[in-house]
């Protein structure tokens, strides 16, 4: 009994001598991190503001968005105003839209756009803002592995639309241009197909006044898109679903003299199994 007594007595000696070696180990490594890190902002302190951009610069021309990110965040928290952070405020922004962090991308360019109003490249934050848009309903999957239905959330691509008209009514002579408008008629092209795609599911459901009102929708705003005769293919459908024989007429007269190639005409009839409008009619670049 007393033996046993000797060695418990020992085991909690052992115990405790480790426990006070570890905690002795865990405080001089805190130690030696807390020490590096104030070695490292005396060393980034040190920089200048243009080496500092210049690290961000290098890392973003390289394709590290995360390292770019990172350094032109450092920047801006050491040097708040000048004109390297203004550029790398921008930049940064354009590292997070590579990253496919569209929300963080966009609150940049806002940003970017509320502090540097005479800023000499305010027309690429703009037109940033719009491509942010423009992608910002296809992850990285997406972006791989495009899907090419226009059966989808159609927020952003009005965000888009909306992001690249701005940008245009503003700079029209920008050199980024030409890309925002060949965007647009694209973003167009798809809000049209979306529309022709409710329709279709409407007419589907056997609800063809439904149908109707998407049709008008899209002859009304979508007038130059390649979704209008498909539009009016389904106005003749759902008018005749109506048994509204004289309009049902109308809309066929009016497929008939500015589409006369159109398949409804020869065949008599709409196949609703299948999408209409292929991705080459939606992006014709």
């Not at 691509?157 to 245009?168: E, K, P």
């Amino acid at each position: 009994m007393e033996k046993i007594g000797i060695d418990m007595l020992h085991n909690n000696k052992t115990h405790w001598a480790k426990l006070c070696l570890l905690i002795i180990l865990s405080v001089a490594v805190l130690q030696g991190c807390g020490k590096k890190d104030e070695i490292r902002e005396v060393e980034v302190t040190k920089l200048s503001d243009l080496e500092m951009y210049l690290a961000g610069k290098r890392a973003l021309d390289a394709g590290a968005w995360s390292t770019a990110a990172l350094k032109y965040k450092a920047l801006r928290s050491h040097y708040p105003f000048g004109h390297y952070t203004e550029q790398g405020s921008l930049e940064l922004a354009y590292a997070q839209y590579k990253m496919y962090q569209m929300e963080q991308a966009i609150s940049s360019v806002d940003r970017f756009i509320k502090n540097y109003p005479a800023h000499k490249n305010l027309d690429y934050a703009y037109y940033l803002k719009g491509l942010i848009y423009f992608d910002s309903d296809r992850g990285l999957m997406q972006r791989i592995n495009p899907d090419k239905s226009a059966d989808r959330n159609q927020e952003n691509v009005r965000n888009a639309f909306t992001a690249f008209r701005n940008f245009i009514e503003r700079y029209p002579e920008s050199s980024y241009a030409p890309d925002a408008q060949k965007r647009m008629i694209h973003l167009k092209n798809k809000l049209a197909a979306y529309e022709v795609q409710v329709a279709r599911y409407y007419l589907r459901r056997g609800a063809p006044i439904a149908a109707v009102n998407r049709a008008k929708f899209v002859l009304e705003s979508f007038q130059d898109t390649p979704a209008v005769p498909h539009a009016l293919a389904l106005m003749v459908e759902s008018y005749k679903k109506l048994n509204e024989d004289e309009l049902a007429m109308q809309s066929e007269e009016m497929l008939a003299a500015n589409f006369p190639n159109h398949n409804y005409l020869s065949e008599g009839k709409l196949d609703l199994s299948t999408d209409v409008l292929e991705w080459k009619d939606i992006w014709p670049f």
